[in-house]
């Protein structure tokens, strides 16, 4: 965890999403995909919400957001950026997606869980978190849950780093998890999913799926070339991704994904 913590203290984290046409596709994506189901006048909470990004949009589209994270840094900039944008409507929290008490039951219509699961390394923190982004979700509830891919950290590994190596293979297939110590790690305590095993450990604790969505697509393999589009071309590519980008024959190229899923008795 202290690894987790220092990597986000020294990252430009408020940037993440706007800073290339590649990363403002997972934006685009996810906010296009959410705004179909979320109901206006949902209570919104989001875990993991690092500077606020999707909490200020969906505060400024008029819903109450509360905003929390587990990175001091990040919530002294939510807290800053709601004095200076005068927000009334967003809360925030310095806590842990796997630990919610502070929060009753059913008291949101909408979990935002955009980060959480890709640093849970125990398969009981990942349960906690669901099981605790369940319990404080109102009946039909909806839980939007980001992960990372497996096939294409392993693509991007092999192609981008050149690094082709049979344990790294394996062990990204078959636990998804790195510690900050293994061999060929390339980022900090991680944890991977294919798309059919991040529905298989949703659904088996209370939700029906709703949509699995590459969020950032093929974009992420040929980044540079996204990237180069001028804006009526990123808009041609991007109308192609989000109409594509809910296939189930192609989630596995994309780096993100978001599976989103309603809560059931």
């Not at 403002?24 to 909470?45: A, V």
């Not at 109308?239 to 008795?265: F, P, Q, R, T, W």
Request: hydrophobic share 35%; with cysteine; charged share 30%.
């Amino acid at each position: 965890m202290n690894s987790i913590l220092k990597y986000y203290e020294e990252y430009d984290e408020d940037k993440r999403l706007f800073k290339s046409n590649v990363n403002k596709l997972e934006f685009i994506t996810t906010i296009e995909k959410l705004n179909s189901i979320i109901k206006s006048g949902d209570k919104i909470i989001e875990l993991g919400a690092g500077t606020g990004n999707y909490s200020f949009y969906y505060n400024d589209k008029g819903h109450e957001v509360t905003a929390l994270d587990i990175v001091p840094k990040h919530v002294e900039i939510i807290e800053q950026k709601i004095k200076e944008k005068n927000s009334e409507k967003i809360k925030t929290y310095l806590g842990s997606a796997i630990d919610l008490s502070e929060f009753s039951d059913e008291s949101f219509d909408v979990v935002l869980c955009l980060g959480p699961m890709y640093h849970l390394t125990s398969v009981e923190d990942q349960r906690s978190c669901i099981m605790e982004s369940r319990r404080i979700l109102k009946k039909d509830g909806i839980l939007a849950i980001a992960y990372i891919n497996k096939h294409y950290i392993l693509a991007n590994t092999m192609l981008n780093n050149n690094y082709l190596k049979e344990s790294f293979i394996e062990k990204t297939l078959t636990s998804g998890i790195m510690k900050s110590e293994d061999e060929g790690n390339f980022w900090v305590e991680s944890n991977y999913f294919t798309p059919k095993e991040i529905e298989k450990l949703v659904d088996k604790i209370g939700f029906r799926k709703i949509s699995n969505l590459a969020t950032d697509g093929i974009g992420r393999l040929f980044s540079e070339k996204v990237n180069s589009f001028s804006e009526k071309e990123f808009d041609i590519f991007k109308n192609y991704h989000l109409a594509s980008c809910d296939d189930e024959s192609l989630l596995g190229y994309s780096n993100h994904g978001l599976y989103i899923v309603k809560k059931i008795d």
